[in-house]
């Protein structure tokens, strides 16, 4: 089993219609993060959680928001989706405390959940 | 304030010949760098990183990448290409301290010539 779980892997969805993305991971991190994946855009942070109480906007938040249901669970959603936001959605995950043992905050990504708004 | 630059977003090479994806970084503190490789249809994964302990750094798959500190770069190699590496390549970089999040490239595209 994958450690960063996203659902669905592939949705289409119509202009309007609110669609939620969830995450969920097994790795025992506190920090989660949602990107976007544009061709020629590279990665676009949209939320990011350091743990269940702390959430903060990213690069280009507006139109989404999340919720952190539990350390485990961060779910993304378009309240009224629209065409430009069609795009692949990643979840990720990394440890905190960078320098301590060892950690360097690396990423932990989910296998992503391409999302389609016609 | 970070940013990475990745020069070329496609790159071809022949079956067997050396693999050179660029990185060039900028950060106003000492960083940690990052190679991720994307495969079709599939997240990002580590390829490698570089934490200070060694300039050369090994990854995967036969990757390395060399952390050169006077030309703010950190060049993924392969020396033989393989069909396999076909794939998306993205460079990140990060302060090696503190709460700062990765700053990722905007990917390099390789693709393998049989």
């Known amino acids: 089993d994958a450690d960063v779980t996203q659902t669905p892997r592939n949705r289409i969805t119509k202009t309007g219609k609110r669609i939620m993305l969830e995450c969920s991971q097994t790795?025992?991190?506190?920090?989660m993060y949602w990107y976007r994946q544009d061709p020629g855009l590279g990665l676009q942070l949209i939320y990011y959680s350091f743990d269940v109480k702390d959430i903060n906007k990213g690069e280009i938040s507006d139109g989404y928001s999340v919720s952190r249901q539990a350390q485990a669970k961060f779910s993304l959603s378009l309240e009224s989706a629209i065409p430009n936001q069609t795009a692949l959605y990643f979840c990720a995950t990394s440890a905190s405390g960078v320098q301590r043992e060892g950690n360097t905050g690396e990423l932990f990504f989910g296998e992503g959940s391409r999302l389609t708004v016609l | 304030a970070q940013s990475v630059t990745q020069l070329g977003s496609h790159v071809s090479v022949s079956e067997g010949a050396l693999v050179l994806l660029r990185c060039n970084y900028s950060s106003s503190v000492p960083p940690y760098l990052f190679w991720y490789v994307q495969y079709p249809n599939q997240g990002l994964q580590l390829l490698l990183k570089y934490t200070s302990a060694a300039t050369l750094v090994k990854g995967i798959n036969g990757f390395e990448a060399e952390f050169k500190k006077s030309e703010t770069s950190f060049h993924l190699t392969k020396p033989s290409a393989h069909m396999s590496d076909a794939a998306e390549y993205f460079c990140?970089?990060?302060?090696?301290?503190?709460?700062?999040?990765?700053?990722f490239g905007t990917g390099t595209r390789l693709t393998i010539i049989p």
């Open positions: 790795k025992g991190h506190d920090r």
């Open positions: 990140a970089v990060r302060p090696n301290f503190g709460n700062e999040k990765l700053t």
